[in-house]
T-cell receptor, first 115, second 112 residues
Framework: DAGVIQSPRHEVTEMGQEVTLRCKPI?????LFWYRQTMMRGLELLIY????????DSGMPEDRFSAKMPNASFSTLKIQPSEPRDSAVYFC?????????????FGEGSRLTVL | GENVEQHPSTLSVQEGDSAVIKCTYS??????FPWYKQELGKGPQLIID?????GEKKDQRIAVTLNKTAKHFSLHITETQPEDSAVYFC???????????FGQGTRLTINP
């Protein structure tokens, strides 16, 4: 398996623009997580899905952030409009919980810079 | 909710020496404690984990210990090598929950 695939790896945009980050989880995994990593706040959970259904979005910072999972093999995290304080590395992770402790497999991240 | 504190934030050791990273958690309902290693430009990767019914677990040069009473757990790396240089994160998860709460991370540098 190719692992969790994220795109783009790097995104530089200007304040006010819409940003869409994409994730393809590992086939067969039933949980998908979006994390944000910054120096100040570390790894923060933004939202997670179980079988494509959003379960907990309490970590989503504001209404400017939205996430979708239209099918088992694809998820998006959208920021509209983007602001400089959104600059961070965004990680997608997937896991298979049934019968196990659910190791998280992370993608390589999408580094977002908002100017 | 759960809160995880991790120390130290940076650690530098000589190659061949041991490294210890410590974490404390707040919620006694947590029962799963993984450690992740993040190399430069990569996502975190699980290196070892421990459940609350076990006090210690070892895998070659790495070991994790858990003290449920004190609510703290530690990562021990022996005979450190240059490839151990990375950022290490501890995490905790409550029983029945899906959410992993991470510590702030420790940047470990192995000096040759």
């Amino acid at each position: 398996d190719a692992g969790v695939i994220q795109s783009p790896r790097h995104e530089v945009t200007e304040m006010g623009q819409e940003v869409t980050l994409r994730c393809k989880p590992i086939s067969g995994h039933d949980y998908l997580f979006w994390y944000r990593q910054t120096m100040m706040r570390g790894l923060e959970l933004l939202i997670y899905f179980n079988n494509n259904v959003p379960i907990d979005d309490s970590g989503m910072p504001e209404d400017r952030f939205s996430a979708k999972m239209p099918n088992a093999s694809f998820s998006t995290l959208k920021i509209q409009p983007s602001e400089p304080r959104d600059s961070a590395v965004y990680f997608c992770a997937s896991s298979y919980r049934t019968g196990g402790m659910g190791e998280l497999f992370f993608g390589e991240g999408s580094r977002l810079t908002v100017l | 909710g759960e809160n995880v504190e991790q120390h130290p934030s940076t650690l530098s050791v000589q190659e061949g020496d041991s490294a210890v990273i410590k974490c404390t958690y707040s919620d006694s309902a947590s029962n799963y404690f993984p450690w992740y290693k993040q190399e430069l430009g990569k996502g975190p990767q699980l290196i070892i984990d421990i459940r609350s019914n076990v006090g210690e677990k070892k895998d070659q040069r790495i070991a994790v210990t858990l003290n449920k009473t004190a609510k703290h757990f530690s990562l021990h790396i022996t005979e450190t090598q240059p490839e151990d240089s990375a950022v290490y994160f501890c995490a905790a998860r409550m029983a029945g929950a899906q959410k992993l709460v991470f510590g702030q991370g420790t940047r470990l540098t192995i000096n040759p």
